[in-house]
């Protein structure tokens, strides 16, 4: 949903949409580049590695990720060989896209490693 603040008087900043990038972790260099991308579009980006908003040392990520997903108005996956890959290393994941486009059984249940960032 569009929303409008003005952090300075005089300066109206409109934010499009609250995203949610998905990708493999072998394409965090694409991924910041299109968090970049939707970032100076006027977009607010959630972006696991981002330094700024992402995932912080010793955060529980997993709550943080299901967090940002309901927090998002969109999701963009990024899919390469890569996201195929790490999926399919998997399977007892499901990802968001995939899943919560169909509405299936794990419906915006985040596709992440199970392993803590530190």
Same mark, same amino acid.
């Given at each position: 949903m569009p929303?409008?603040? +003005?952090?300075?008087?005089?300066?109206? #900043?409109?934010?499009? @949409?609250?995203?949610?990038?998905?990708?493999?972790? #072998?394409?965090?260099?694409v991924a910041a580049q299109l968090h970049q991308w939707l970032v100076d579009d006027g977009h607010d980006v959630f972006l696991d590695q981002d330094l700024r908003d992402g995932i912080a040392l010793g955060e529980e &990520?997993?709550?943080?990720l299901y967090e940002r997903l !309901? &927090? @998002?108005d969109a999701v963009v996956c990024l899919i390469t @060989?890569?996201?195929?890959?790490? !999926?399919? !290393?998997?399977?007892?994941?499901?990802?968001? +896209?995939?899943?919560?486009?169909?509405g299936g059984?794990?419906?915006? !249940?985040?596709?992440?490693s199970r392993r803590r960032r530190h």
């Open positions: 929303r409008a603040f +003005c952090p300075t008087p005089g300066h109206l #900043e409109v934010v499009l @949409a609250r995203v949610f990038v998905s990708y493999a972790s #072998e394409d965090h260099l &990520w997993e709550q943080r !309901r &927090w @998002a @060989a890569s996201y195929n890959i790490e !999926r399919g !290393r998997s399977a007892h994941r499901r990802s968001s +896209c995939s899943e919560g486009a169909s059984r794990d419906a915006g !249940r985040p596709t992440a």
